[in-house]
């Protein structure tokens, strides 16, 4: 599957790299993009997003190698939405969180495939921010959302996250508890989200899905080399993927911490850095 032209891959964070400050790609980026891969330089995307959001935004876009979806969760197959590595987590773990999580009177979604088509289950809406991502979610069409009376009776299918939306005072002992106690097992990121300032997110996932052990999944997929891998991010759910990459860029708006991983600074997402080191660095 290897590009005739480069054996260089490029993999782009969506939010606050590739996308500019209000989740949408430009015309211009998303035109350049297009050409990028119509002259066969290898770019595909490593997002928090789910396949059904990074297919919407970047729909018409002819990715061909695989992109990483849930923070590497699942690796997919663009055009198809087909899952081609499912990074789930174990029945125990799931009872574990899941424990956690009511303990802190909170209610999760949660990502799953079961079997047949992506979910995203819920039971109740307990909070503001809840609201407002399910309400994002059915204007968008999000075909996995899916409310069920009892979401352990989800557990049976591919489980691969939970997702805490609250207050920060009502998330935070519940990510300080899991960082604590499942550090070894999860991989947690706890953020204000900048879709919906004033309300905390607590994604969830196995240890496994994560964007670093992703990239390689793709890399191996692809027939392309680690020594050959372009990354860019802007936050703190990239260190991984910056610390394993042989070449890792971030972006002016990036926080302090990725930025002192990185190999180079580039401009800001909302002047379309990241498409114009791709297509300079491709030599187009």
């Not at 499912?86 to 079961?114: C, Y």
């Not at 959302?145 to 352990?152: H, K, M, N, P, W």
């Not at 890792?248 to 401009?267: F, L, M, W």
């Amino acid at each position: 599957m290897t590009s005739e032209n480069s054996t260089t891959i490029y993999i782009s964070d969506m939010d606050g790299t590739l996308l500019r400050n209000d989740g949408t790609i430009s015309a211009f980026a998303r035109q350049k993009l297009t050409d990028l891969l119509d002259a066969g330089v290898n770019i595909t995307i490593a997002s928090a997003r789910s396949a059904v959001s990074i297919r919407q935004i970047l729909a018409g876009i002819p990715f061909r190698l695989p992109v990483i979806e849930i923070n590497g969760a699942f690796v997919t197959d663009f055009t198809t939405g087909e899952h081609l590595i499912i990074n789930e987590m174990s029945k125990p773990i799931l009872q574990e969180v899941f424990s956690a999580i009511k303990d802190h009177r909170n209610l999760p979604f949660v990502t799953a495939f079961d079997g047949k088509q992506d979910r995203l289950y819920y039971e109740r809406i307990t909070s503001e921010g809840m609201q407002l991502y399910h309400d994002d979610r059915k204007l968008n069409k999000d075909t996995r959302l899916t409310r069920i009376a009892d979401i352990e009776g989800a557990f049976a299918g591919h489980i691969v996250g939970f997702t805490v939306i609250n207050t920060y005072e009502k998330v935070k002992p519940l990510a300080d508890q899991l960082k604590a106690s499942l550090a070894s097992r999860l991989e947690t990121h706890f953020f204000e989200n900048p879709y919906s300032p004033g309300w905390w997110w607590l994604t969830i996932h196995d240890k496994q899905a994560c964007k670093s052990i992703a990239m390689k999944e793709v890399v191996d997929y692809a027939g392309f080399k680690l020594e050959n891998l372009v990354v860019f991010g802007d936050n703190l759910n990239d260190v991984k993927m910056f610390k394993a990459a042989a070449r890792s860029i971030a972006v002016q708006n990036a926080s302090d911490e990725i930025k002192s991983h990185a190999t180079e600074i580039i401009g800001p997402n909302e002047e379309d850095s990241v498409i114009k080191y791709i297509e300079k660095d491709a030599g187009l």
